[in-house]
């Protein structure tokens, strides 16, 4: 655990109920209550890990090791349309033709 004192960053209800409505969500009041708990805990968290002094640890560009990343995307000649096609089941207009999705 953390040792040093950290600032609570303690949603108020009004906060709780602002971000329902962005994301749409109709909240119960006892879901408002459980999830201004959670969301200030995750504030709470961001704050500390805010504190940590990286001056000496040196930036990535990502997480993998330099053996596990993907090879360069070369770009190689594109298939022709009718090559593309010849395999299809059925076709309209140069274009795979698929069973309507709705009635």
């Given at each position: 655990?953390?040792?040093?004192?950290?600032?609570?960053?303690?949603?108020?209800?009004?906060?709780?109920?602002?971000?329902?409505?962005?994301?749409?969500?109709?909240?119960?009041?006892?879901?408002?209550?459980?999830?201004?708990?959670?969301?200030?805990?995750?504030?709470?968290?961001?704050?500390?890990?805010?504190?940590?002094?990286?001056?000496?640890?040196?930036?990535?560009?990502?997480?993998?090791?330099?053996?596990?990343?993907?090879?360069?995307?070369?770009?190689?000649?594109?298939?022709?349309?009718?090559?593309?096609?010849?395999?299809a089941p059925a076709t309209?207009?140069?274009?795979?033709?698929?069973?309507?999705?709705?009635?």
């Amino acid at each position: 655990m953390h040792s040093c004192i950290i600032a609570r960053m303690s949603l108020t209800l009004a906060e709780v109920e602002h971000i329902a409505k962005l994301a749409r969500l109709n909240l119960t009041d006892e879901e408002k209550s459980r999830y201004r708990e959670q969301l200030s805990s995750i504030l709470d968290y961001v704050t500390m890990l805010q504190e940590l002094d990286t001056t000496e640890i040196s930036a990535s560009s990502g997480i993998q090791p330099e053996e596990c990343r993907l090879r360069m995307d070369d770009p190689l000649t594109a298939m022709s349309t009718a090559d593309l096609l010849k395999n299809a089941p059925a076709t309209t207009k140069n274009q795979f033709k698929v069973p309507p999705v709705f009635e």
